[in-house]
């Protein structure tokens, strides 16, 4: 139901823009969507989450001025812009999807489907 795509090899420096395709359109329109990573060895962490009306955004301290989440409602794809990579933000993103809104918008547990993954590497 959702599919992670974008990933790659970058620079550091770099840009990517990871996408987050969601079929169906009423799904998608009552879909908050969030971003999470997970690094080898590390727990599965909150980078990023729009509200299904996009009234709302919320990013991690880590992602708070270097990545952007947005939706396109025409395309049921929600992007998450990533400027200004560093080595830490290596690992595999998913995205994730629930109907309507958590407070615990920062937590796994509080989305009901997810993306495969795509794999961020940031290297020089």
């Known amino acids: 139901q959702l599919q992670a795509s974008g990933g790659g090899l970058v620079q550091p420096g770099g840009s990517l823009r990871l996408s987050c395709s969601v079929s169906?359109?009423?799904?998608?329109?009552?879909?908050?969507v969030a971003w999470f990573r997970q690094a080898p060895g590390k727990e599965r962490e909150f980078v990023s989450v729009?509200?299904?009306?996009?009234?709302?955004?919320r990013y991690a301290e880590s992602a708070k001025g270097r990545f952007t989440i947005s939706r396109d409602y025409a395309k049921n794809t929600v992007y998450m812009q990533m400027n200004s990579l560093k080595p830490e933000d290596t690992a595999v993103y998913y995205c994730?999807?629930?109907?309507?809104?958590?407070?615990?918008?920062?937590?796994?547990?509080?989305?009901?489907?997810w993306g495969q993954g795509t794999q961020v590497t940031v290297s020089s």
């Open positions: 994730a999807g629930r109907i309507g809104y958590s407070v615990a918008y920062y937590s796994p547990q509080s989305y009901s489907s």
């Open positions: 169906g359109r009423s799904t998608f329109r009552s879909y908050s």
């Open positions: 729009i509200r299904e009306s996009s009234s709302m955004t």
